[in-house]
């Protein structure tokens, strides 16, 4: 007899089946210990009695760049937003250099040292060029010039077109505002969420580009994509996310060699 269930065989328990670790926690603990930012065992949601988070464990190293993958509604954006202070944890931890930084609002973690760019939304269109980064400067006006300097070096295109309202960009050079905005607040720790969303071919090599020279300049880097195979080749370590749990983890190269990681969240983009 035909069930029409059994083909819906869910990915989160394929996932599962194929990667015992998630249930022993013991390689994210081993690995978080000295982590910069870690957050373990995440549940959150927006709707009270749902969670879209299911346990989240994530981390990572000074210096590393991390890529998030999975399928759309595997709670990615929710992760970032959680460790930002922007969706409740209603249990589990975040923390940052060893501090319970959980449930702490966005303000307190700029402060703190974290940067974050939404997905959408992520510029002032009203505002030139220099008054997004003045916003982005707003909690330390001093270390202004320092600061669009720095910017400067990784987006010199921003420096030449300062005055120019953002709104006017495309959807590339926005991207560009929003990250060069994000690093106007000194961060230790960027968590990008999908930068090339949206993009053409080649911009979305830029933004990979710079992400990866934003790295290189000091800054950790945490980024949600939806170009997974580009992300997991560019990233120290990856983590597939979905149903809101981590179903694999691993080195980006080993994600993307993965026949399991292959057929389940790369599909023909692997293969292409
Ligand atoms: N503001 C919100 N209110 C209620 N549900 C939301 C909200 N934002 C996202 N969700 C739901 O949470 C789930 C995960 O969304 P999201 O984290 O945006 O996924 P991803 O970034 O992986 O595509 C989805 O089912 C989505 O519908
Ligand atoms: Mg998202």
Known sequence: MSDPEAGAVTRAQEAE??????????????????AVLRSDELFAGYVPGVNILNGCDLY???????????PNGAGKSTLLKSMFGLVEVRTGSVTLKGENITNLKAHALVERGVG???QT???FPSLSIEENL????????????ERFEFVAELFPAL???RKQRAGSLSGGERQMV??????????SVLLLDEPSAGLSPKLQDQVFIRAQQINRAGVTVVMVE??????LQICDRGYVLDQGRNAYTASGRDLINDPKVIELYLGTLARA
């Open 17 to 34: 089946d194929a990667s015992p670790a998630v249930a022993d926690r013991s390689a994210h603990l081993r690995g978080a210990e000295n």
């Open 226 to 231: 939806q170009n997974a195979r580009r992300c």
């Open 178 to 187: 929003a990250m060069a905005r994000a690093l106007m607040t000194e961060p």
């Open 159 to 161: 420096k030449e077109r």
């Open 116 to 118: 974050y760019v939404p």
């Open 134 to 145: 003045e916003m982005g400067a707003y909690h330390a006006p001093k270390k202004f010039k």
């Open 60 to 70: 990572v190293g000074e210096g590393e760049l991390i890529g998030i993958i999975g």
């Open 121 to 123: 939304n992520n510029v």
